[in-house]
């Protein structure tokens, strides 16, 4: 099942809070372990090695007052023997409490019964003889030897325990410095995924509704996308088949009615050519200005429903076209005889500059004809009195050096196009703004015709234009199609 859009967006917040989650129980396990080791240090083993040395220090007091009391027989000194013997007691057994490995027990069982001996050959009432401190004072180095042991034990395990503490607090940084580059990696690279997975498709959709407003052909979303994307295309794509159907019976209407419309207009201009010769009678001068005006008008009402039947037949493929060696300097020659007379009435200047290279082109002589006529047509439309018309024609040479396409361009020097329109000018029925401002008005047929016949012949037409300095219309030919 795809993830809707709130799941993808709520995903990578969540693995963030779960790898942070993670990171601090890791974080707080060692930091557990490194807590506990130093709490053993501090409470334990240099609490132990710390009454270890006092050990010593109050053992070598006992020593010094025992030996004294011996030599002066001094009271004094044998108390304060006795007093120390009990302090080393006392720290024997709170080292025993503290002691936690076998080695250490066995050391504190030996002092104990080392120290039990000392105070025994102090406490005899024998005379003091060499014998008696040669062995007093073997039992005071073994006692001072193995409480010195004691330490070394001790101090080893701080030393031991300190550098597991600092190990696991390095390896704990370098594991939670690795964990979080590779969260933030690993969440980047979610974010970019998931962004993508829903971008994509609404950019694919995007550009498929700019074709659909260009009136171009859609096709279906063929890309994984989240439901929500899938459901508005969907619906798009639902909207765009309607108004397919919608512009199909239009043109099926429009083309049906102009049609309808050609047999009683054929038979108008019939009858207003029969008036005008005067066959069925003479008309006063009233009569024959009126007929001119019907007639006039029925050429250019004949005009449009041509131009809108050739157009339904181009789009449903129906147009057919007599492809012929074509020399197109002749045919840009008759577009510009045919526009000839209203350019010199409009005081348009019109000129050509083709090519003597220009080669023999294989077309539909009548149809680029027609594409040239439109061109004109509407460059003389929006061309200001006083202005220019240029046509140019130049063979477009391949990497070869052959020529295999050849190049018009229609340039006025109007009031150019909107860039906002650009896109819009090869649409049927459309106007654009600048036609509100001409006395006279087309059928928005012209540049849709143009279009689909230099598709027809593998050609391309397009538009340059920049408001106030006029417009250029391009279209290339192959020499072959």
């Known amino acids: 099942m795809k993830l809707t859009i709130f799941r993808r967006i709520i995903m990578v917040p969540s693995i963030l809070l779960v790898s942070i989650v993670v990171m601090g129980l890791y974080a707080v396990t060692y930091l557990d372990r490194i807590t506990e080791l130093n709490t053993q240090i501090l409470s334990v083993d240099i609490a132990c090695t710390q009454e270890a040395k006092r050990l010593v220090k109050t053992f070598l007091a006992e020593m010094r007052n025992a030996e004294k009391s011996l030599v002066l027989q001094d009271l004094e000194f044998y108390t304060a023997s006795r007093e120390a013997r009990k302090d080393v007691r006392e720290s024997l057994n709170r080292i025993a409490a503290l002691a936690d490995i076998g080695r250490e027990m066995e050391l504190i069982a030996k002092l104990r019964a080392l120290h039990g001996r000392y105070g025994a050959d102090v406490d005899m009432g024998a005379p003091d003889t060499e014998a008696r401190k040669q062995m007093r004072m073997e039992t005071g180095d073994g006692l001072i030897e193995n409480t010195n042991e004691l330490i070394r034990i001790r101090e080893q395990i701080i030393q031991n325990k300190t550098t597991t503490a600092r190990d696991e607090a390095v390896t704990a940084s370098g594991a939670i410095a690795w964990f979080a580059i590779a969260g933030t990696v690993l969440a980047f690279l979610l974010a970019y995924i998931q962004a993508r997975s829903i971008s994509r498709p609404l950019d694919r959709l995007a550009r498929e509704m700019r074709r659909l407003g260009r009136g171009e052909p859609v096709s279906p979303l063929a890309i994984p996308a989240p439901p929500e994307v899938r459901e508005l295309a969907a619906t798009f794509y639902s909207m765009a088949e309607e108004l397919a159907e919608l512009d199909r019976l239009k043109s099926d209407f429009t083309a049906h009615v102009s049609h309808e419309l050609r ?50 037949k181009m789009e449903v493929a129906m147009m057919e076209y007599d492809f012929a060696p074509c020399d197109l300097s002749t045919v840009i020659r008759k577009s510009l005889e045919n526009i000839g007379l209203i350019a010199e009435k409009r005081r348009v200047n019109v000129d050509a500059a083709c090519s003597r290279k220009l080669p023999i082109i294989h077309a539909d002589e009548r149809r680029i004809q027609q594409v040239l006529d439109n061109l004109l047509s509407n460059a003389l439309k929006f061309t200001p009195e006083g202005g220019r018309i240029r046509v140019q024609a130049n063979p477009l040479p391949s990497a070869s050096g052959k020529a295999r396409q050849v190049e018009v361009r229609v340039s006025d020097n109007g009031g150019g196009i909107p860039e906002s329109d650009l896109e819009k000018v090869f649409t049927k029925f459309y106007q654009s703004h600048q036609h509100g401002v001409q006395k006279s008005r087309g059928t928005g047929l012209g540049l849709a015709i143009a279009h689909h016949v230099v598709q027809a012949h593998g050609g391309e037409i397009r538009v340059e234009s920049r408001v106030g300095k006029g417009s250029t219309f391009i279209f290339s030919l192959p020499v072959n199609p």
């Open 263 to 312: 047999t009683p207009l054929t038979a108008i201009r019939e009858g207003t050519a029969l008036m005008l010769e005067g066959i069925p009678g003479s008309l006063t001068p009233e009569q024959a200005e009126i007929l001119q005006v019907v007639r006039d008008h029925s050429e250019r009402l004949n005009a449009a429903i041509s131009s809108i039947l050739d157009l339904h």
